[in-house]
């Protein structure tokens, strides 16, 4: 997994609300355990029509929005628990996704995988919003040891919650084997302990 420390980018905006895990990646393109190549089909059914043509009123395919930080609507990630949804987002090549609420199942998957879901409150998701619709240059710095997401233009800032952890995941680029493996040393001297007592 890619490190994360702090990271300052433009956003896409993507201000609706109840975006679910079949919205995010189709059912029909879960055809794979491999992780790459779902980001071409993220939003798949909003971001071109029935022959493959792009919309060019989605904001994926709006030239003037782009980054490495998804701004969504309250429940994102609401629907099925396939963790499909952050592989796309993760993919596409999203690192944080900001909203006010995330579904339980989704937020988990993203964290596993390399997504930062940052919780903010409404207040500052709609001054997000605002300044990204004022000026789509607008960028937001996320603080990940500080723990706190800051809109530059206007200097608003949140702190957010995140466990220690996954916290030292991310600081660190550890996946669940990465930690594991990192500590490794810490494992078999405590196995060796055990066994000893025995």
């Known amino acids: 997994m890619e490190k ?3 990271l300052t980018s433009t956003c896409v905006p993507l201000n609706v609300a109840s975006v679910d895990t079949d919205q995010i990646i189709p059912a029909r393109f879960l055809k794979t ?50 963790e499909h949804a952050a592989w796309a987002i993760a993919d596409y090549g999203f690192r944080v996704v900001i909203s ?19 919780e903010a409150s409404e207040a500052f998701i709609a001054a997000l919003f605002a ?15 500080q723990q706190t997401v800051t809109i530059n233009s206007i200097g608003k800032s949140e702190h957010f919650d995140l466990n220690t952890y996954k916290k030292s995941c991310f600081l660190n680029g550890y996946d669940d084997i990465g930690y594991l493996l990192s500590i490794k040393e810490k494992i078999e001297a405590y196995e060796k302990n055990c066994s000893a007592r025995r």
Request: with cysteine.
């Open 33 to 82: 355990t491999v992780r790459k190549g779902f980001g071409e089909n993220l939003f798949r059914d909003w971001r071109y029509d029935a022959a493959g043509t792009p919309l060019p009123d989605f904001v994926l395919n709006n030239k003037r929005y782009g980054g490495q930080v998804l701004a969504a609507g309250t429940n994102f990630g609401c629907g099925s628990s396939r």
């Open 100 to 118: 006010s609420l995330f579904a339980d199942i989704f937020k988990g998957n993203a964290l596993n995988n390399g997504i930062l879901p940052i």
């Open 4 to 6: 994360l420390n702090i």
């Open 131 to 145: 300044e990204i619709e004022k000026n789509p240059a607008t960028t937001v710095t996320v603080d990940l040891p």
